[in-house]
């Protein structure tokens, strides 16, 4: 029976796993996506949330608090300037799992882990394509009826012009070699 086991101990000892997921903390907070196995992942996640909610009341207590986790100074300014910032306005669920499939040699389940508000290719996809769609498409338009006025003048032009110069080669090139032919045999 599984009865009050609710913490992954991940095959480590106590200090290990603090260490190993204060050091995974730092990374997520500094990179804002990392890759790890699918167990890490989820331990992860039950650590940094905590952290991210935190640093949303920016006083020293809460500073001290996260920096007794983490013990970076970096990934904590890093947390309490940038990260709570861009997070202010959501209620939890800071961070986004991915599964990406197994690992070749142990067929561990592996995963990408990442803070949800730095994920711009999923942010931005609407916004981008519409705003480049509408300019490209205005574009378009008004060129096209240039370039079409253009392209109608030139066409009756120029094809009065080569075909004048095109019959007067072929007739010079064939009398040329209707004499080179007819001088070597001879």
Excluded: W
């Excluded at 990374?27 to 804002?32: E, H, N, T």
């Excluded at 690992?103 to 394509?129: F, H, P, Q, W």
């Amino acid at each position: 029976m599984r009865h009050a086991k609710r913490i992954n101990h991940l095959g480590r000892t106590s200090s290990h796993r603090k260490a190993m997921l204060a050091n995974m903390a730092s990374s997520l907070i500094m990179k804002k996506r990392i890759y790890t196995t699918l167990a890490k992942a989820k331990a992860l996640r039950t650590v940094v949330e905590p952290l991210i909610t935190k640093s949303k009341s920016d006083s020293t207590h809460s500073r001290r608090t996260v920096f007794s986790f983490l013990q970076d100074k970096t990934a904590v300014t890093e947390l309490f300037r940038e990260v709570s910032t861009k997070v202010g306005q959501r209620p939890g669920g800071y961070t986004r799992i991915l599964k990406t499939g197994n690992r070749m040699g142990d067929n561990a389940e592996m995963c990408m882990i990442e803070l949800v508000d730095y994920n711009e290719n999923m942010l931005g996809i609407t916004k981008e394509s519409k705003a480049k769609a509408k300019t490209t498409r205005r574009g378009s338009k008004t060129k096209t009826k240039k370039e079409e006025v253009v392209a109608k003048t030139e066409k009756t032009e120029k094809p009065v012009a080569e075909k004048k110069e095109t019959t007067k080669k072929p007739k010079a090139k064939k009398e040329e070699t209707e004499n080179t032919s007819t001088e070597t045999p001879e």
